[in-house]
């Protein structure tokens, strides 16, 4: 054993020797990037060439055994990246994304407006109307029947903001929201955090054993699962809004139907609750954003949105990924959508956590361009938790 200690200190002596070199190297490789930069600006030449870079990871990867081909070859793409962000800083090749945010930062406001013009689906009572009162202090709603028509009155200039559900804690994305995201034009500029407590409401008078239908949203009924499947001859119904759903009873006949509601619409509609806080989780929360047409950068802003399409090819979405690792900006959420009318492709909607100023985003930013088929900047903003 001790023989066996001793070897591996003499190996691991032989690696800090080794790491060494490679951090030389690395230097030098990086002031040779700089020389390439002030070539490619003296010669107008762009800081990406493909065809370049393709052959030199087939060279590279014929230079060392069969099993360590990958590996070399991820290496190789990890220097490259290191080296394009490099000459890319170097030229100040900001791109038209980088040009808009620092524009942005430059020209927004320093405080988050108290009151707006805010465009919310559903009915009063409903979780984006809570939201939305969290939000701005003095806020003017208009209610849509849909999603879609929250997203129109944004881009098209009718209210100058739009709340809607991103995610929630327990039944996942708003998947409609997020194939909405890849039809309409506009800009997140702050998201929330709130916490969601459903209750099932009825006409008062009604008793629990009389229940028959219950309505609901998609999302809030698959978040009760538990305490519906606990319920005997009932049938549970999906509609558009849970606050819709309060209406319904309230505005019904009968006292064999219930909403799965907040405690808001309870208060609303002159309901009673006959269960309240009948969520599978107790630490349930859903994220809403709000959304403008403009692009406008509060102080701040440590997050932001990003949506991506990428070449249909292997390791197209690592080379995307590797951006990230390479600048150590993290990824905290990452959705996959497929795309209408294109088979087996998909668009990818990146949260990361990073100012909007650093100076690592920015150089993401200028970066993704060669390495997407596609992205759109969709903005930068702070959540309210």
Do not use: W
């Amino acid at each position: 054993m001790q023989q066996t200690m001793q070897d591996l200190s003499v190996t691991r002596k032989q690696i800090d020797a080794i790491d060494t070199e490679i951090v030389n190297l690395f230097v030098r490789r990086m002031a040779c990037a700089d020389e390439v930069a002030a070539y490619k600006a003296e010669h107008h030449l762009p800081v990406l060439d493909r065809s370049r870079e393709r052959e030199l990871l087939a060279k590279r990867a014929s230079m060392v055994p069969e099993d360590l081909r990958g590996y070399t070859q991820v290496l190789f793409q990890l220097l490259m990246e290191a080296s394009r962000n490099r000459q890319s800083e170097a030229l100040g090749a900001n791109g038209e994304s980088v040009e808009r945010i620092a524009a942005a930062l430059e020209s927004s406001p320093e405080l988050f407006p108290s009151e707006a013009y805010v465009a919310c689906q559903g009915v009063e009572g409903a979780y984006q109307q809570i939201a939305t009162d969290r939000i701005f202090k003095h806020a003017n709603i208009s209610y849509f029947d849909t999603f879609d028509g929250v997203f129109r009155a944004v881009e098209e200039g009718f209210c100058s903001y739009g709340v809607v559900p991103l995610e929630n804690s327990t039944a996942g994305s708003v998947t409609q929201v997020f194939d909405l995201m890849m039809k309409h034009k506009f800009h997140i500029v702050r998201t929330c955090r709130l916490k969601i407590d459903h209750n099932l409401l009825a006409k008062p008078g009604s008793g629990l054993e009389s229940i028959r239908h219950i309505y609901s949203h998609e999302q809030a009924i698959n978040q009760c699962g538990d305490f519906l499947g606990s319920l005997k001859g009932v049938s549970v119904h999906s509609c558009e809004n849970t606050a819709v759903a309060a209406q319904m009873v309230a505005e019904s006949d009968g006292a064999d139907i219930a909403a799965i509601a907040s405690r808001s619409s309870a208060e609303i509609y002159g309901l009673d609750a006959l269960a309240k806080n009948v969520q599978d989780q107790g630490n349930n929360y859903t994220r809403f954003a709000v959304i403008a047409k403009d692009l406008v950068i509060y102080p701040g802003a440590d997050r932001s949105s990003l949506m991506i399409v990428v070449n249909h090819e292997p390791g197209a979405l690592y080379k995307v990924l590797a951006k990230f690792y390479d600048l150590d900006i993290n990824i905290i959420k990452l959705e996959s959508r497929p795309i209408p009318d294109r088979d087996f492709e998909f668009m990818f909607y990146f949260d990361v956590q990073c100012p909007a100023a650093a100076p690592e985003f920015l150089t993401l930013m200028r970066s993704l361009e060669d390495a997407c088929e596609e992205y759109r900047y969709l903005g930068s903003y702070s959540e309210i938790v």
